[in-house]
Nanobody, 124 residues
Framework: QVQLVESGGGSVQAGGSLRLSCAAS????????WSWFRQAPGKEREIVAG????????YYDDTVKGRFTISRDNAKNTIDLQMNSLKLEDMATYYC?????????????????WGQGTQVTVSS
């Protein structure tokens, strides 16, 4: 099993920055893809960014390209999401997710392991 615990959420004004971190433990060696998803009230869970450390591939949804950066810190066993130039529409609960299978999927249903989520609030 793999356990994921997110941290770093909070409140920020539009244009500001936040850094989310996902601490991974357990059978992390079995994981191929690590991703961040978000879900706003009344909306479906959607992928924000993903990374496959074995080949350095990264994926970003078009809505966050150029503003968000996903990274994996092998020493700390974390998956981080640096979020800059935050917009009102970025406000959501953010979830870390992990999947054993290749290739990386952008569908939430493909992911085996989830964290509990961390809230990001953006105000004008």
């Amino acid at each position: 099993q793999v356990q994921l615990v997110e941290s770093g959420g909070g409140s920020v004004q539009a244009g500001g920055s936040l850094r989310l971190s996902c601490a991974a433990s357990g059978r992390t060696f079995s994981i191929f893809a690590w991703s961040w998803f978000r879900q706003a009230p009344g909306k479906e869970r959607e992928i924000v960014a993903g990374i496959t450390p074995s080949d350095g591939f990264t994926y970003y949804d078009d809505t966050v390209k150029g503003r968000f950066t996903i990274s994996r810190d092998n020493a700390k066993n974390t998956i981080d999401l640096q979020m800059n130039s935050l917009k009102l529409e970025d406000m959501a609960t953010y979830y870390c997710a992990a999947d054993r299978r290749s290739p990386m999927s952008t569908m939430a249903s493909a992911y085996d392991h989830w964290g509990q989520g961390t809230q990001v609030t953006v105000s004008s």
